[in-house]
């Protein structure tokens, strides 16, 4: 610094070094502000972790004076997604330019309304996805609130601040929305409780619609209590009902999408409910082929594949009509509204709108068809008993502004479609964590039966954790090493029931194979030839990621695995695979129609 003072003293008559050193200082200062702000919004960002666009309070109705008795959200507080009215209060929808050609609110939401009267008190709304499409939580004009669990990944949306403000800890509940996943999605990515209550239960009076057919009030919570006592003030509930026995349905077929270990989500459960009483032994269900049998109208819906039977083309046909629905009604409600403002939209958001407003929809009532004919199809797999386990989402969340692939959001609709088309009730619990990522479960329950299901998730929640800690210590037995001779033999037994067409035969042979000799190849690719077969996806990926292992060179191992990859719909590492089986013989046919087929799709 003496050295600097010195050479400006020399050189004092020189304008040109006054010139430069204020520069300098100036540049100084400018640099030392913009640090100060940053910081200063990291404070302020830090502090709500970007879930809130507006605070206030609303103040919750008086406690009547005794002997009645404190009212059942007393002490409570909340926050609102900004598609509520709030008398006041101009209704955003996650959008500037609504905002600014909307009027102020003259009355608030009838559900907001409804906690205050019962003790809560709102303290503000919550970031959304704009105009609620989008499940990832991202809002470009208001930035996207902070996962508290994973800050560099997405909240999921479209009740994203909502979501975020409950796992932040900064509220004990909060309202969102739900057409096709909107609280669910956010609430498994968070790691908090999440509740879309049966289609018409919960008044949408004082909501703006995103499809009504398929919108819902959900709410978000940590503790299961305070989420069963928000159902009980907006569904009306009665206090006290006879406990009903519970029957447990897993759709295997659904959890062959989701990449957590079954020892994680269906084990865990299962063990849960061990201790329990009242729970009959689970059961487990192929659940594509049953919409497929039992939901006719699908058949309109196949895009991939003329056949429903055919792995979870039925699920893709639900998924494709539920965002059929959505966009139509979308475009009834806002088309005029779109094309008069032209509003400034997020590129992924704008790609939906375009999509919605610029499609023609010729089979609408078939949509409708689809949606009465999936809710009666419920109704006779579960009974008065049943709760249907699924995973709330096939993948974990994406890292922020990387931006949702086809197959992303293909993966994610397939599993959301099934609440979402019934209109059934649906909870989204909280497993803990697989490779530093939450991870959850769903249990769906016929549509009405919601005070059924919150009580079920009250019964279960102390012992699932208990479960999932348990799970979270516990490590996967290896493999066993054997008499090689021995396991030839088994493998041939194998090839003999496979070319007989005994699929389940052929893959215990296998297995038997393999744990006499668990290095060998061609017995992981065989027995993931017999799990395709079987519909088996997820095993039939592991065989193959072990057959590879073993052998970098097995056409056949690329073949199957892109072949089951595809059918769990990554189509991404399943073009992959079929690019590297071309690469090793590029003569394949199959390999060549698969990656031309799948590049198409991707791109």
Known sequence: MSKTLNLIKANASNPKVWLVAGITVAGIIVVAETRRRRKKAMIIKREDFGAFMERFELIPFPQPPPPAAKLPLSG???????????????????????????????????????????????????????????????????????????????????????AVAVAAELVDFALGTDTIGCVR????????????????????????????????IGWFARDPSILHRVGNVLLQLKAVEPRRGRHLVFADDLFQLSKVPKQKTVHVISKAVEKLSGYQLPKHVNFCLFIASNVPSLKGFCQHSTNLQNGISALQALSSAMVSLQRYEFKTNHEEWLKDVKPRLGPEVSRCVLAAINNTYENVKSLYKVRTEMRAAMQSLLKDDGILVIPTIADPPLKLKKGSSTEFHDRACALLSVASMSGCC?????????????????????????????????????????????????????????????????????????????WNKAVNYYTEAIKLNGTNATYYNNRAAAYLELGCFQQAEEDCNKAISFDKKNVKAYLRRGTARDSLLCYKEALEDFKHALVLEPQNKVANLAEKRLRKLVS
């Open 76 to 162: 409570l507080t909340f926050a609102i997604k900004d598609i509520f009215d709030v008398k006041g209060h101009a209704t955003g929808f996650g959008n500037p330019d609504w905002q600014r050609t909307h009027e102020v609110a003259d009355k608030t939401a009838v559900v907001v309304t409804a906690l205050l009267k019962n003790g809560a008190k709102c303290v503000g709304k919550t970031v959304m996805d704009e105009l609620a499409f989008g499940i990832t939580g991202e809002n470009k004009h208001y930035g996207t609130p902070t996962n508290p669990n994973m800050p560099s990944n997405v909240p999921g949306g479209s009740s994203s601040g909502s």
């Open 426 to 502: 649906q909870v989204s619990v909280p497993l803990g964590e697989h490779d530093g990522c939450p991870i959850s479960v769903s249990f769906v329950t016929y549509h009405g039966a919601d005070k059924f299901l919150l009580d079920t998730v009250l019964d279960m929640y102390a012992s699932l954790q208990e479960q999932v800690s348990i799970a979270s210590n516990s490590a996967p037995l290896p493999d066993l090493n054997g008499n090689m001779d021995a396991s030839e033999l088994l493998k041939e037994k194998g090839n003999a029931a496979f070319k007989g067409k005994q």
């Open 185 to 216: 999605v956010p609430a498994s990515f968070c790691g908090v409780l999440g509740f879309r209550p049966s289609h018409g239960a919960v008044s949408t009076i004082g909501v703006l619609p995103n499809s009504q057919s398929l919108d819902a």
